[in-house]
């Protein structure tokens, strides 16, 4: 098979993996006259890191062969497709050719499992050690690693990457037993454990003057939403704990689609995008804003409203809270005010030292007044107490009412 039928087959086959985002890349390029790559420029946008650089990618999979039958999955074993496989030295020279050709900034790398875990980890860390070593590569590399495989194997991964990830998948062993019956949860979680190891040592390492070592710098993992009964609750407690004990950079949620010729106890539509939005939305006031799992959630109700972000839900649930006065609001009281984030709350913060603040200074940084004005108090302006009433606030945010389709 001709390297480019691969290609087409293996770039497919990887658009089902979401985690493929580049933050925490290091800045790191070949300016100086040696080395070749770079992990920040121009190109085709795939992803972004945390200071807004775009990060270009060849995103593939060294094999969609694969021993494992997972029934979610389009490259499992018993699945009907085209199968191909690169060698480590083929997807050198794609990456090399790409990033030459001003395409690509970086390699996300993963693969079915062959033979075994250890023989396809070998595969995989091939291709970044070659890059690395015989060609000075210095733009991005993520590895999707097996947590099957051996930690030596896994720990020369991360050596050579920026970023290391191991798909979790389903949020509990009893989902995985019945979807995915090779895999396991608590094997799983010992991998990403002594990734957490590794990295710290490899952080520790570094801020004690070690400028050589090279090392990931933060891990991630993807979970899928709505091919199984696993409720919101279920994987925000599952996020949290990652968060929390193994401090992984980021979880993936990615809505569950069916594929061609599905096993017969998948769902037989997909879960809502909007589901999957959600999730990011609780994820990011876990991550960002100091919201705890427990808070996001109604304790009555395992699943996230659909029609309501879960902040303004949040606010809704505890309007005797609100209103704040911009005045003498701590930091940690403003981020939890709907329509204000971080960033204007840090403006606002230091706007109030300098003057009274008004809905008009409120407008010009560029807050969404409808959202804020019934939890919040200015200078000019206070919202009346039946404004905060429950009904009142839910029928001024809910949605607007849509025709029904006749036929679906």
Same mark, same amino acid.
């Given at each position: 098979m001709e390297l480019q039928q691969k290609l087409a087959i293996l770039a497919d086959a990887a658009k089902y993996d979401a985690s493929c985002a580049s933050s925490g890349a290091q800045r790191r390029d070949s300016r100086d006259g040696k080395g070749v790559g770079s992990t920040g420029g121009a190109g085709i946008c795939h992803s972004y890191a945390p200071d807004g650089r775009c990060i270009s990618l060849l995103k593939v999979l060294l094999t969609n062969r694969c021993l494992y039958d997972c029934h979610y999955c389009i490259n499992r074993r018993s699945s009907n497709v085209r199968r191909a496989a690169f060698t480590p030295e083929e997807v050198v020279r794609l990456t090399l050719d790409f990033y030459k050709r001003n395409y690509i900034e970086g390699l996300f790398l993963s693969s079915g499992i062959v033979r075994s875990a250890d023989h396809t980890m070998e595969q995989v860390v091939a291709v970044a050690r070659t890059l690395r070593e015989e060609h000075d590569f210095r733009g991005y590399i993520h590895l999707k690693t097996i947590p099957e495989a051996s930690p030596e194997l896994i720990e020369l991964a991360a050596r050579y990457a920026d970023r290391i990830s191991i798909n979790l998948e389903l949020?509990?062993?009893?989902?995985? =037993? +019945?979807?995915?019956?090779?895999?396991?949860?608590?094997?799983?979680?010992?991998?990403?454990?002594?990734?957490?190891?590794?990295?710290?040592?490899?952080? =520790? +390492?570094k801020k004690n003057g070690d400028r050589r070592l090279r090392h990931a710098t933060g891990q991630s993992t993807q979970v899928i939403v709505g091919a199984d009964e696993s409720t919101d609750a279920d994987f925000l407690a599952r996020s949290e704990e990652l968060y929390g004990s193994y401090r992984l950079r980021r979880v993936y949620y990615s809505a569950f689609s069916p594929i061609p010729e599905p096993s017969a106890i998948l769902p037989a539509r997909p879960a809502p995008l909007l589901r999957e939005h959600r999730l990011y939305q609780a994820d990011w006031l876990m991550r960002f804003y100091g919201f705890h799992r427990s808070e996001i959630l109604d304790p009555a109700k395992p699943h996230l409203d659909l029609h309501l972000d879960p902040k303004l839900a949040?606010?809704?649930r505890n309007r005797a809270l609100f209103p704040l006065d911009l005045r003498t609001a701590t930091r940690e009281q403003l981020l939890r005010v709907p329509g204000l984030g971080p960033r204007n709350v840090d403006r606002i913060l230091a706007l109030r030292r300098l003057a009274p603040i008004r809905l008009a200074d409120l407008s010009r940084l560029r807050v969404p007044l409808d959202k804020v004005r019934p939890f919040l108090i200015t200078t000019d302006h206070r919202p009346p107490a039946t404004e905060l009433e429950s009904d009142r606030l839910l029928a001024r945010f809910a949605p607007r009412p849509e025709q029904l389709e006749l036929f679906c």
């Open positions: 949020p509990s062993q009893k989902s995985l =037993d +019945r979807l995915a019956p090779e895999k396991n949860l608590d094997r799983t979680k010992h991998a990403m454990g002594r990734i957490r190891l590794k990295l710290e040592d490899a952080a =520790d +390492r949040w606010a809704l």
